[in-house]
């Protein structure tokens, strides 16, 4: 029996035309029509939120692998008796580096200096720095754990990691639980969020936290874009007292009449943290290897849904 395999990528379809698998090059984004019938789904998350249904549409579908590590979009959309599988091991370093990035790139003005530089104006411009800065990080998992990593050797003032649970990470730090957020936020200079989007974290970042959190203090978020008060986020942006850097929002693709766009102090960059050559090269590898073990009945790896 041949397995019929849906790829959004010309790359996986030339690295999976192997005996027994069938590749069909359909992409969720840019194909006008559903999905012929399929086996199994490679997929990448829809930029367009209407596009999630299609995955329910997929005749015969028995498993979805997903090139990501958020899956929460897809599970209202997932057929019955149907096995999902993420991507974890291949995203989290890329992330990581956008999210330093976005820190350096923040605290350091490179946006008012890059105007400066168009305007070739010569002012030296003294900048805050994450040497010695208090940081506060929401997500003690992949994502999280090697944002921690990234930000150790600049040496903080202090790092202090939250997630649902108070527990012992297994690289010996500390993780304090969400309820013990609020007495850290008016000391932070950066909060970075690198949580999931679920019930418990939806608009966790709200008017109270925010306002919780000191004057000319940066936020970052890198983790879903609905953990983020919105407008909330929008009124301390427009009135100074707030940083921020998003790498996703709500709503999300941000629509081009968004006041986000134009709000001072705020760095938004398009949902990329991910897009770099070699998260291609890993994220696809995965899915090869996830295939190739469907078709010869072996276990797969990143189990979402049995």
């Given at each position: 029996?041949?397995?019929?395999?849906?790829?959004?990528?010309?790359?996986?379809?030339?690295?999976?035309?192997?005996?027994?698998?069938?590749?069909?090059?359909?992409?969720?984004?840019?194909?006008?029509?559903?999905?012929?019938?399929?086996?199994?789904?490679?997929?990448?998350?829809?930029?367009?939120?209407?596009?999630?249904?299609?995955?329910?549409?997929?005749?015969?579908?028995?498993?979805?692998?997903?090139?990501?590590?958020?899956?929460?979009?897809?599970?209202?959309?997932?057929?019955?008796?149907?096995?999902?599988?993420?991507?974890?091991?291949?995203?989290?370093?890329?992330?990581?580096e956008h999210c330093l990035a976005l820190i350096l790139a923040s605290l350091r003005q490179l946006s008012q200096v890059g105007k400066q530089q168009r305007e070739r104006n010569w002012t030296r411009t003294w900048t805050s720095s994450l040497h010695g800065s208090?940081?506060?990080?929401?997500?003690?998992?992949?994502?999280?754990?090697?944002?921690?990593?990234?930000?150790?050797?600049?040496?903080?003032?202090?790092?202090?990691?939250?997630?649902?649970?108070?527990?012992?990470?297994?690289?010996?730090?500390?993780?304090?639980?969400?309820?013990?957020?609020?007495?850290?936020?008016?000391?932070?200079?950066?909060?970075?969020s690198a949580l999931p989007h679920t019930q418990e974290t939806e608009q966790l970042i709200n008017t109270q936290f925010l306002s919780a959190m000191k004057d000319?203090?940066?936020?970052?978020?890198?983790?879903?874009?609905?953990?983020?008060?919105?407008?909330?986020?929008?009124?301390?942006?427009?009135?100074?007292?707030?940083?921020?850097?998003?790498?996703?929002?709500?709503?999300?693709?941000?629509?081009?009449?968004?006041?986000?766009?134009?709000?001072?102090?705020?760095?938004?960059?398009?949902?990329?943290?991910?897009?770099?050559?070699?998260?291609?090269?890993?994220?696809?590898?995965?899915?090869?290897?996830?295939?190739?073990?469907?078709?010869?009945?072996?276990?797969?790896?990143?189990?979402?849904?049995?």
């Amino acid at each position: 029996m041949t397995l019929r395999v849906l790829v959004p990528w010309q790359r996986l379809v030339d690295e999976l035309t192997i005996p027994g698998i069938k590749p069909i090059l359909w992409h969720i984004n840019d194909d006008p029509e559903d999905a012929p019938p399929a086996d199994v789904l490679v997929t990448e998350r829809p930029s367009n939120p209407q596009l999630r249904s299609r995955v329910s549409r997929i005749k015969g579908l028995k498993h979805v692998h997903l090139l990501s590590l958020g899956y929460e979009w897809v599970l209202e959309h997932l057929p019955e008796k149907v096995s999902l599988t993420n991507s974890k091991g291949a995203v989290e370093e890329a992330t990581a580096e956008h999210c330093l990035a976005l820190i350096l790139a923040s605290l350091r003005q490179l946006s008012q200096v890059g105007k400066q530089q168009r305007e070739r104006n010569w002012t030296r411009t003294w900048t805050s720095s994450l040497h010695g800065s208090k940081v506060v990080l929401l997500g003690a998992g992949g994502v999280g754990s090697e944002i921690r990593s990234r930000l150790l050797p600049f040496k903080p003032a202090e790092l202090t990691v939250f997630a649902r649970t108070e527990r012992v990470h297994e690289k010996g730090f500390r993780i304090h639980s969400l309820d013990q957020l609020r007495a850290y936020l008016p000391l932070a200079d950066v909060v970075i969020s690198a949580l999931p989007h679920t019930q418990e974290t939806e608009q966790l970042i709200n008017t109270q936290f925010l306002s919780a959190m000191k004057d000319g203090s940066l936020l970052i978020n890198v983790g879903r874009g609905p953990i983020v008060d919105t407008k909330a986020l929008l009124t301390e942006l427009q009135t100074g007292r707030l940083h921020a850097a998003l790498d996703v929002t709500d709503p999300e693709p941000l629509p081009v009449d968004h006041a986000l766009w134009q709000a001072p102090n705020c760095i938004i960059t398009p949902h990329m943290a991910g897009d770099t050559g070699q998260f291609i090269s890993l994220v696809s590898e995965l899915a090869v290897n996830q295939v190739v073990a469907i078709a010869h009945g072996e276990e797969l790896s990143n189990r979402i849904i049995n």
